[in-house]
């Protein structure tokens, strides 16, 4: 393992969380992820921008979406691509981490992906290792491409980040992606609604300037859009909520709430979605869903990552 230098603290060369990520930052990379966006379309993403570059997907929890699209992502722009899986048992914590950072640096990647279940993971193995490390979903923490993505796909279809309300619906206090949405759309001048029980929604929230709303009707009036959560019950240590079906009757999302919001309100959710619990199924497959476009949205932000990253890092 290499000495700690002062390159490895760049926020630049990694990914790690979009808290503190400059606004001009987050468009720039966006405006990439939108060029990515039509060439994935016209079949013409160029190979070359990652030839002979290494990127390992390093997933220490389960992932469908986040893992094949940085595989397909890495794959797009010519990049060499192993997939370890690491079952959480077989994790022995602390030395073993540092074990496998040290392991992964003798290999000379250069781009590692990393999800892991406890917070911070991903910012202990960037101090430890050469490559550039992108934070692929770390515990309660953040997951910084999926609310790039998310970003991207509202800006596609709203023509901006700036100025518009976007409620965040349901198991708010187990989610990542809640919190790296806050980050950036408060960075970008947009209005954040939290909506959930108080269970799922703690007041500390407030610390991060959204608004709070215990009531979902109240809170998705007039809202530009609506970004529902899965119920995280993984990570739940004790019954926060007390039946699918009731959770589904105040919290989820159905037509009749639907049509609170704006007039074509657009409707997300990072996935895997639970339906009938946070959201009906025809409110997922209606001509308002954006959900499948966050998908294909997915694969541009991760190209665009994975090659300003590199850029980055090659530049002294
Ligand atoms: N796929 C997202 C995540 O990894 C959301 C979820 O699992 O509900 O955080």
Request: hydrophobic share 40%.
């Given at each position: 393992?290499?000495?700690?230098s ?11 969380g979009?808290?503190?990520m400059?606004?001009?930052?987050i ?7 939108e ?7 016209s079949?013409?993403?160029?190979r070359?921008?990652l030839?002979g570059?290494?990127?390992i997907?390093l ?7 986040t ?7 890495g ?14 048992s ?6 073993t981490?540092l ?5 992964l ?18 910012t ?6 050469d490559?550039?490390v ?6 309660l923490?953040e ?6 993505l998310?970003?991207l796909?509202?800006r ?11 409620a965040?619906c349901?198991?708010?206090a187990h ?11 408060t ?7 939290l909506?959930?029980?108080p269970?799922?929604?703690p ?12 009531h ?6 007039g ?26 009757r105040?919290?989820?999302?159905d037509r009749k ?15 895997p ?24 949205m997915?694969v ?8 300003v990253l590199?850029?980055n890092?090659?530049?002294?």
């Amino acid at each position: 393992m290499t000495s700690s230098s002062s390159h490895k603290h760049d926020t630049t060369r990694h990914l790690l969380g979009l808290e503190g990520m400059p606004p001009d930052r987050i468009t720039s990379l966006l405006d990439l992820a939108e060029n990515y966006a039509q060439l994935n379309r016209s079949c013409a993403a160029p190979r070359d921008v990652l030839r002979g570059r290494t990127l390992i997907n390093l997933f220490f929890e389960d992932s469908t979406r986040t893992r094949t699209s940085f595989e397909l992502a890495g794959k797009r722009l010519g990049a060499d691509i192993v997939n370890m899986s690491v079952s959480q048992s077989s994790v022995n914590k602390g030395e073993t981490l540092l074990d496998t950072a040290a392991t992964l640096n003798a290999m000379r990647t250069d781009l590692l992906v990393v999800r892991h279940s406890q917070s911070g993971t991903p910012t202990l193995l960037a101090r430890k290792v050469d490559a550039s490390v992108i934070n692929a979903g770390d515990g309660l923490h953040e997951h910084p491409t999926q609310a790039l993505l998310d970003g991207l796909t509202i800006r596609r279809h709203l023509g901006t980040l700036e100025s518009l309300t976007v409620a965040i619906c349901g198991d708010i206090a187990h989610s990542r992606v809640a919190r790296s949405n806050i980050h950036l759309l408060t960075t970008m001048g947009s209005t954040v609604r939290l909506i959930g029980p108080p269970t799922l929604v703690p007041k500390t929230f407030k610390q991060l300037g959204v608004n709070i709303y215990h009531h979902m009707d109240e809170g998705v009036k007039g809202v530009d859009v609506i970004m529902m959560l899965r119920l995280q019950r993984e990570r739940m240590s004790t019954g926060l909520v007390p039946s699918a079906r009731e959770y589904f009757r105040f919290w989820g999302l159905d037509r009749k709430r639907l049509n609170l919001a704006r007039k074509n309100a657009l409707v997300m959710h990072p996935g895997p979605m639970n339906r009938g619990i946070e959201i009906e199924s025809s409110v997922a497959d209606s001509d308002q869903s954006v959900i499948q476009q966050q998908v294909e949205m997915g694969v541009a932000v991760r190209m665009a990552v994975l090659d300003v990253l590199t850029r980055n890092k090659d530049t002294p």
